[in-house]
């Protein structure tokens, strides 16, 4: 049993892994592993306990699954290509006419379309972070600027909610920037859907020893304890009453663990039912540019 294994189980109580095996007869599995420390009276170490599960067919279903969504996505996303470039031609044509609700129409046709096409690339996005296939280009740019930009776009277009800028301190980060505003955006708009009755949201920004974290505190219905432990689970939505009455289909606050994971950082809730929520990320900070 590797030692890592048993640091673990010994520092968490148990430690689970999961990768292929091969059997004597040169066939493999895909196995689940459990190991637990085994403790004497004394409360020392006695021995550790490893259980294997074949989870070969659960594996490929999932793979199976994943294998859909990424085929089903381009297919979509085929289409889609096709119908941006005639909405474009039908809106070049319509310039040179005078119907007036004909360019509405087409605003509104041009809508739908964006709509589908933020599915679509969300789809492609859950695939390729549970393929732990997502490429990052990575570059070194100020947590503050990249904030502040954010939020001006974002506010020209939220009218009952004051998105407030906190502690707006310099650092930089060495990180893929559309895949964390992808994160942001998703935070924020999250905010402002879950809290319709407030007029305001926070974003903070604070700095530790060697990394950055990045809040947004929203004054809404706020989150279950139970809901909690499952809130960045694919597909996962909040339930409730109310939650129910708010569209989505779970896949935001999945794909933002995801890329945040990936840049090996962290990310988390906190809330409290009927107060709000606060949902923070943190990022190692790119050393020597305090500026």
């Given at each position: 049993?590797?030692?890592?294994?048993q640091?673990?189980a010994?520092?968490?109580g148990?430690?689970?892994?999961?990768?292929?095996?091969?059997?004597?007869?040169?066939?493999?599995?895909?196995?689940?592993g459990?190991?637990?420390p085994?403790?004497?009276?004394?409360?020392k170490?006695?021995g550790?306990?490893?259980?294997?599960?074949?989870?070969?067919?659960?594996r490929e279903l999932e793979?199976?699954?994943?294998?859909?969504?990424?085929?089903a996505?381009h297919?979509f996303?085929?289409?889609l290509?096709?119908m941006q470039?005639f909405?474009?031609?039908?809106q070049k044509?319509?310039?040179k006419?005078?119907?007036e609700k004909?360019?509405s129409?087409?605003?509104?046709?041009q809508?739908q379309?964006?709509?589908?096409?933020?599915l679509v690339?969300?789809?492609?996005?859950?695939?390729?972070i549970t393929?732990?296939?997502?490429?990052?280009?990575?570059t070194?740019?100020?947590?503050?600027?990249?904030?502040?930009?954010?939020?001006?776009d974002?506010?020209?277009?939220?009218?009952?909610?004051?998105?407030?800028?906190?502690?707006?301190?310099?650092?930089?980060?060495?990180?893929?920037?559309?895949?964390?505003?992808?994160?942001?955006?998703?935070?924020?708009?999250?905010?402002?859907?879950?809290s319709p009755?407030?007029?305001?949201?926070?974003?903070?920004?604070?700095?530790?020893?060697s990394t950055v974290t990045v809040?947004?505190?929203?004054?809404?219905i706020?989150?279950?304890k139970?809901?909690q432990?499952k809130?960045?689970?694919?597909?996962?939505?909040?339930?409730g009453t109310?939650?129910?009455?708010?569209?989505g289909?779970?896949?935001?606050?999945?794909?933002?663990?995801g890329?945040?994971?990936?840049h090996n950082?962290?990310i988390?809730v906190?809330?409290?039912?009927?107060k709000?929520s606060?949902?923070s990320?943190s990022?190692?900070?790119?050393?020597?540019?305090?500026?």
């Open positions: 049993m590797p030692k890592r294994e640091e673990i010994i520092k968490e148990r430690c689970e892994d999961e990768n292929w095996i091969v059997r004597k007869d040169k066939s493999r599995f895909y196995a689940n459990l190991t637990t085994i403790f004497c009276t004394d409360k170490i006695a550790f306990v490893k259980i294997t599960r074949d989870f070969t067919e659960k793979q199976r699954k994943d294998d859909f969504i990424h085929t996505s297919e996303k085929n289409p290509t096709s470039a909405i474009q031609i039908l044509h319509l310039e006419t005078n119907d004909a360019p129409l087409v605003n509104k046709v809508h379309h964006d709509r589908l096409l933020a690339n969300s789809l492609l996005d859950v695939a390729k393929a732990g296939a997502i490429e990052f280009h990575k070194t740019f100020s947590v503050g600027a990249w904030l502040k930009e954010i939020i001006e974002l506010q020209t277009i939220v009218e009952q909610h004051t998105i407030i800028l906190k502690n707006n301190i310099r650092v930089k980060v060495y990180a893929d920037k559309e895949y964390l505003t992808q994160v942001i955006v998703n935070l924020i708009m999250n905010a402002i859907k879950y009755q407030a007029n305001k949201m926070i974003v903070r920004v604070t700095k530790g020893k809040s947004v505190q929203d004054f809404g706020g989150i279950s139970k809901s432990e809130l960045f689970g694919c597909f996962f939505r909040v339930g109310r939650g129910r009455t708010i569209p289909l779970g896949f935001g606050l999945f794909i933002s663990k890329i945040i994971e990936r950082g962290t988390w906190k809330s409290e039912e009927g709000g606060t949902f990320f990022l190692l900070l790119k050393k020597s540019t305090f500026s």
